[in-house]
Nanobody
Framework: VQLQASGGGLVEAGGSLRLSCAAS????????MGWLRQGPGKEREFVAA????????YYGDSVKGRFTISRDDAKNTVYLHMNSLNAEDTAVYYC?????????????????WGQGTQVTVSS
């Protein structure tokens, strides 16, 4: 599975962005998909994940209520809708996928990684 993340950029505090992660190769419809991020001088942090069915979603504490993860299997794409952005959300955001358990995505040990996309929030 190859993952291509896009949608990052510069946004003012309080603004919104939508990240996309397009999957190719083996079908991604049976994969847990997710996002992790790494801010400057910080460790990599779990952001959000979505089950293969799309029924279950999981969020890191720092983004709950502000970010929403969704998937469109017809397009082999997972999205991260980010609202009420603040300076603490500045980071490189990585797309991730795993054929097994969501825990591997949440713990930062997924089978597959995409390249990062930079999100910068100006205060």
């Amino acid at each position: 599975v190859q993952l291509q993340a896009s949608g990052g950029g510069l946004v003012e505090a309080g603004g919104s962005l939508r990240l996309s992660c397009a999957a190719s190769g083996r079908t991604s419809s049976n994969y847990v998909m997710g996002w992790l991020r790494q801010g400057p001088g910080k460790e990599r942090e779990f952001v959000a994940a979505i089950s293969w069915s799309g029924v279950r979603t999981y969020y890191g504490d720092s983004v709950k209520g502000r970010f929403t993860i969704s998937r469109d299997d017809a397009k082999n794409t997972v999205y991260l809708h980010m609202n009420s952005l603040n300076a603490e959300d500045t980071a490189v955001y990585y797309c991730a996928a795993d054929s097994g358990r969501v825990g591997r995505v949440m713990s930062g040990l997924p089978e597959y990684w995409g390249q990062g996309t930079q999100v910068t929030v100006s205060s």
